[in-house]
Each structure stands twice: as C-alpha cells, then as structure tokens.
C-alpha cells in the first residue's frame, strides 16, 4: 500500500514535489543524526588528557558571597580507566557538615547578610582556599579535601555533582547542565534521529547548525548545536530556548590549536536569562591542555590525591572507618588493629584490678587475725 501511494504521488507534479521534500527532509535528519553522532565521538575518545582550567562563577546582581570574582581552579588527569581532578575551592565555601539541624537539607540564604555571619559564626562558611583531590576509578570515588580523612563514594551519585565537571563536555552542557567526572557513558545531549539541520541560520564558513525541538513539562524547548566540521568537530555555540520564553542558555567556546594539533576550547561563556530576570554566567578559561600524554602510574592513582600518612579512610557506603592510608595503599582496619602498636593506655598496668586485688588480700589478712585473736587462749 505504501509503495502504490509513493508511484501514485510521482505520477504528478505536486506529488513529485512533496516526495522530493519528504526525501530532503529524511536526508537531512540522517545527515545531522550522523553529524551529532560524530561531534560526541571525537570528546568521548579524549583519553590521556590532562587539562588546566579556572571557573569563574558570576552573578549579574553579585549579591551574596557567591557574587562576582569568585573562582575555583581545576587541574585533571583523564586516563583510559581512571581520572583524578584537584580542585582548589576560593571561599567562602559552604560546609555542610556544620550546619545547625534547622538549617539541614535547606539551601541556605547567602544574600542575607545575617545568614552569612551567622554561618561564619559557627565554622559553616570557610573563607580560605581550599585543596581537594578526587580519584574515579571502578566505579569509585575517593575524595581527599586536606586535613580531613579520605571518604569513598560510589562514583554515579558523587559524579552527579557538576561541581566536578568533566573537561571533556567543555563547550557542549549548558550552565547548570555539567556532566561530572565517573559518570558512566554520559552524553550532553542525546543521540536521536529527530536531529534535523537549520540552513536560514547566519554562521561561519564550515560549520553546520543542527536542532532539535522537545517537550518539557509542555513548554517546547529549542535545542541547536553550531558544529565547526572545520576545526574538530567541536561545538562553538549551542542555544536552548523555551518557546513559553520561561527561559534561555546560550553556550559559547572559542577554540585554539592546542599542541599536538589538537582544536579544543581556550574559553567557555555560559549564561542563563529566565523570564523573571533572574540569571547567572560562569566563564571557564584554559589554560592547559595536552593529549597523548604519557602518564606514570602514580599520575592516576590514590598518591594522586596528595594525602599524607596515616590519613584515615572513610567508606560512605557503609559509615564507617575502614582503615588508613599508609602512603602506598590503604591499609584494612583488621590488618591496622593487629599492625598497631600497644597505646600508652593499653600498656600501663591494670591499676583497677591491682587495687581490687589488694583490697581482698588485705581483707583477708585482717579477718584471720581477727579469729586467730578470738580463738587464742587467754
């Protein structure tokens, strides 16, 4: 049947039109299908990578102590089967773990300036530049922040955090939208057929325009890629717009030649404008990028996280302590308790029983001169 209508449609003239129309459009979608496809291939092959870069988080009104100015720097090592990120935190930093109980599970208000000096009142708020180091590996995270003990975490959930951005989706997520080291097979958009390719678009000499279009709560969204087939196949501009206008995000990366001959992104601007005028924009600059690198093995492993000696181990999965680290491998507890020298308390002498002992003893010798006294003769 649907052969017949295709010959019966040819058979005419407005036919013909609308069957070469239908072809054009199912060749386009397939060519921009194959396009996205390809743009996610070169990033998703990123291996032995290591990467430099700075995020500044910036807020139009700066209100708060996360307004303007406020960075954090990255330094990451993605391997074929692990990644460590350090990260240096600019305060003031937010820690939960000190949080009063009404303030738990509740985002605090950091616009408030009584808010803010309470939190710094009690330790919640740290206005010191802060070093942490994550390990991703086997489906682990281990995090070492300093001064504190190494926790461990299943790496999906911890991943989630965009927090811990992975370079590699640089210039593809929107703000808000990173997708975080550990994930496993994670995609900034999704690789569908409904991809088709915008030609009334102003844009640079090789590079195509690709959109998408979806429903969101029953806002239909706008999503368009500019792909550079010139330089990588990389990403230099994507637009998502809510046509009820709730809503828009503009992504922007300007590329370099990185050593090796490598097109990758020197700067990422971000921003998000919603209807109530709301908004915020982060800037992300690297400074460092090389591929091909030749890691050690101690590049992509716990040493990585520069935790000294004797540091502890906590396993989120389970709270609990499951041993310490001893500057080559985490040493079990069970294996730490019989390793471990005798403390002070468990070497001094049990006085406790000493003294008990005495006691009787003396109560004893009392009690047999008492009879001993009571039965002599007088």
Known sequence: MATALII???????????????????????????????????RTRTTA?????SVDWHRPDGAG?????LSDYYECRIGSD???????????????????????G??????DPRVVAQLRQIGALIDRPVTESVLFRDGEATRYIEGEAMRVFTAGPFAADDQYLDPRWLGMTCDGEDIGLGRSNPTPFPVTEDWIEVEDVQKPAGVRVVERRFTIGGDA????????????????????????????????S?????????WFPARVERGVILRDGRSRASVIDITAAEFGYDFAASDLDLSALGAPPKTS????????????????RIVPRREDEALQPMTAAAAAPPWGWITAAGLVALTAFFVRRRRASLTAPP
């Open 221 to 252: 969204i706008s999503d368009r890629l500019w792909i550079d087939t010139a330089r990588g196949l990389n990403v230099i501009r994507r637009e998502m717009r809510g046509e009820s206008g709730d809503f828009s995000s503009i992504v922007k």
């Open 49 to 53: 990578a290591r990467f430099n870069y």
């Open 8 to 42: 019966a449609l040819a058979c005419t003239s407005t036919g013909r039109a609308a069957l070469a129309t239908t072809c054009e459009q199912d060749r386009t979608k397939g060519e921009a299908h194959l396009l996205v496809m390809a743009a996610l291939d070169a």
């Open 313 to 328: 181990v906590f396993d989120t999965r389970i709270n609990g302590f499951v041993g310490h680290w001893d500057g080559t």
């Open 82 to 104: 692990a990644a460590v990120m350090r990260r240096q935190r600019n305060g003031p930093i937010l820690n939960s773990a000190k949080l009063p109980a009404a303030m738990k």
């Open 65 to 69: 102590p996360y307004g303007n100015g």
């Open 254 to 262: 300007t590329l370099k030649r990185w050593p090796g001959g490598v």
């Open 106 to 111: 509740k985002a605090p208000d950091l616009s």
